[in-house]
């Protein structure tokens, strides 16, 4: 597996040491060509829909129904899209990296499946699972593959009008925080793949990839909020970029 090629100059500077544990960032790009919408492309959902009516804790209380069904639309597209090449490249490059004794660290702010049913083993979901529940009365989480309703009992402590989708809105702390900034630390290629950069602290972590001296390559459909932070680009569509840069 080379990492870059004759589009990413990164190659020159791997001709010594492949990189072993690689940190790739994913956003809502890697799943668009799976049919799953993006927020911030034109004609994405955040330009469609207010995110601060549908993505906030206050946005819930005041009107969970609203809020469920927003995302019971969500997971009912989650459930019919299939992982797209992309997907399937990463899943192979972790494989690949594995059987050398590295590692890569697959953080995503999507909130789909396809990385895992494309075969990633490791993905670390940063802002939640939309196929998950969670009660607010325990805490717990539990499968939800289906629609949720306001009403429906937790099924790990039975109480009622206490469940809600297992992401992470504006203004609550994502998950993971402490495996992402231990995997951060030790990286030695960090790439970011369909995401805008445009939401913290996921956005920032390019600059701290910078600070710690490792190259940054983003692989986007077209430069992202914060496209000078990044050493090398690769632009395009993820089906293309993620198989041809992880060959
Ligand atoms: C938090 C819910 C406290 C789930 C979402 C500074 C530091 C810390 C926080 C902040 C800060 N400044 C502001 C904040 C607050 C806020 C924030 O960032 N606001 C922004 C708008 C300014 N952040 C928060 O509230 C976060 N929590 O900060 O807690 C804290 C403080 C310090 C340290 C830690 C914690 C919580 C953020 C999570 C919010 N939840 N959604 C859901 O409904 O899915 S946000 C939403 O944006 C999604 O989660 C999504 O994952 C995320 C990022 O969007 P992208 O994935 O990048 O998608 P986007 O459409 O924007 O871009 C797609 C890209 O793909 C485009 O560039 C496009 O060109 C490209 N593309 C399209 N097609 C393709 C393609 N590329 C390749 N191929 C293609 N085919």
Redesign the pocket.
């Known amino acids: 597996m080379r990492f870059g090629s004759d589009g990413c100059n990164l190659a020159p500077m791997f001709e010594r040491k492949p990189p072993k544990n690689v940190f790739v960032l994913t956003?809502?790009?890697?799943s668009?060509?799976s049919g799953l919408g993006?927020?911030?492309?034109r004609g994405?959902m955040w330009a469609r829909f207010d995110?601060m009516r549908l993505?906030t804790p206050e946005a819930f209380a005041a009107d969970p129904d609203t809020v469920i069904d927003f995302?019971n639309l969500?997971r009912r597209g989650v459930v019919a899209a299939t992982p797209n090449p992309?997907h399937v490249a990463l899943a192979r490059a972790e494989a690949a990296l594995g059987e050398r004794g590295g590692r890569l660290f697959l953080c995503t702010?999507?909130?789909d499946d396809l990385h895992e049913r494309a075969g990633s083993r490791a993905v670390v979901h940063m802002?939640?699972e939309l196929l998950k529940g969670r009660c607010t009365a325990c805490g717990g989480t539990f499968a939800c593959p289906g629609d949720l309703h306001v009403a429906d009992a937790c099924p790990r402590c039975g109480a009622v009008g206490t469940s809600r989708p297992d992401?992470?809105?504006?203004?609550?702390?994502?998950h993971h925080?402490d495996a992402i900034q231990a995997a951060l630390a030790t990286a030695d290629l960090f790439v970011a793949?369909?995401?805008?950069?445009?939401?913290?602290?996921?956005?920032?972590y390019v600059r701290h990839a910078r600070a710690q001296g490792i190259p940054t390559c983003e692989?986007?459909?077209?430069p992202?909020d914060n496209a000078d932070a990044f050493d090398e680009a690769r632009y395009?569509?993820?089906?293309e970029?993620v198989p041809a840069y992880f060959a």
């Open positions: 956003g809502a790009g890697v668009a060509e993006t927020f911030r492309d994405g995110p993505a995302y969500r992309a702010q999507n909130v802002h939640g992401v992470v809105w504006f203004g609550e702390m994502p925080l793949i369909g995401t805008s950069g445009a939401v913290y602290p996921a956005a920032g692989l986007n459909a077209e992202s395009g569509p993820a089906s970029t």
